[in-house]
């Protein structure tokens, strides 16, 4: 890999660093060259440039930007992290939810109590929204909770989701969406 590359892959790697990799979060393109050792002319450069390749996200006209899905794909591939949560979480497939099924529906009834908190929801739609995750919550207390039962919730809530024009939660759990 050339010092260019280096330098591309340090910078994303350090942007996903601070902002927990997640999409929406953002950090100062300065103080991300700084950790790696760019003056702010240098970093700002960077930034456009990986803006123009649409693997960063200017989030405020101060200069705060985001990682894109396609900065982690790259990052992904470079082997600098383990693959994104859209191309790699995906529910067992298993009657009844693992473990792991668990863990990964926990993170997302968070992130959707985010997006519900953050939105301006009509409120029969805010309802449909809370008893489908009041429902999700309650398969998961269950001691053997019904793989059909959370992937009927997930659908009404991929609905949902989309009419609220918040896909950046259904291209961070793609898969699980899906199936």
């Known amino acids: 890999m050339d010092a260019r590359a280096e330098h591309i892959n340090d910078f994303l790697y350090e942007l996903h660093r601070q902002t927990d990799g997640n999409i929406e979060n953002q950090a100062s393109m300065h103080e991300v060259g700084e950790h790696i050792g760019l003056a702010k002319t240098a970093a700002a450069a960077l930034a ?4 123009l390749n649409d693997l960063v996200e200017l989030k405020t006209l ?7 899905q396609a900065g982690l794909d ?3 591939q470079s082997g600098r992290i383990q693959q994104t949560l859209g191309q790699v979480q995906r529910l067992s497939g298993e ?6 099924d668990r863990s990964i529906l926990h993170s997302l009834v968070g992130d959707i109590q985010k ?9 029969p739609r805010l309802e449909e929204m809370i008893v ?10 269950s001691k053997r909770p019904k793989t059909t039962i959370v992937q009927a919730i997930l659908e009404s809530l991929s609905v949902s989701l989309k009419t609220l024009h918040r896909s950046e939660i259904l291209v961070k759990y793609g898969n699980i969406f899906k199936g």
């Open 115 to 123: 997006v519900i908190a953050t939105s301006e929801l009509e409120y």
């Open 74 to 76: 790259m990052l992904a």
């Open 48 to 51: 456009e440039e990986l803006m």
């Open 132 to 141: 489908d995750l009041k429902t999700m919550e309650v398969q998961l207390l």
């Open 95 to 100: 009657e009844v939810l693992t473990d792991d």
């Open 62 to 68: 101060a200069g705060e930007i985001g990682i894109t």
